[in-house]
């Protein structure tokens, strides 16, 4: 069973930094590439960063890049985000997603999600 567990959110100032981590069990983490999605209330989810399978490769919505960094251990099939440099507007839940593509049909795994409060 596929298990997606984030942590790691919390409250802090306006320029300040915290790093999530999503712990994932139930499939081989090291064959799957791994996304951050955030979403806030009325608002569709919306894709932060990925990173491939051997973290060679990320990406990141234009917004976050320069002060997030998606990376993984494939050792503790773990998935982090560090965010350096917060803003206001970056509050909101955070959710570790894996992404399966199978008989041509996506199939998406969530967290529970992790809150991230960005204020003073």
């Known amino acids: 069973q596929v298990q997606l567990v984030e942590s790691g959110g919390g409250l802090v100032q306006p320029g300040g930094s915290l790093r999530l981590s999503c712990a994932a069990s139930?499939?081989?983490?090291?064959?799957?590439?791994m996304s951050w999605y955030r979403q806030a209330p009325g608002k569709e989810r919306e894709l932060v960063a990925s990173i491939s399978s051997t973290g060679r490769g990320t990406n990141y919505t234009d917004s976050v890049k320069g002060r997030f960094t998606i990376s993984r251990d494939n050792a503790k099939n773990t998935v982090y985000l560090q965010m350096n440099s917060l803003k206001p507007e970056n509050t909101t839940v955070y959710y570790c997603n894996r992404r399966v593509l199978l008989f041509g049909r996506e199939y998406d795994y969530w967290g529970q999600g992790t809150q991230v409060t960005v204020s003073s």
């Open positions: 139930g499939f081989i983490f090291s064959m799957n590439a």
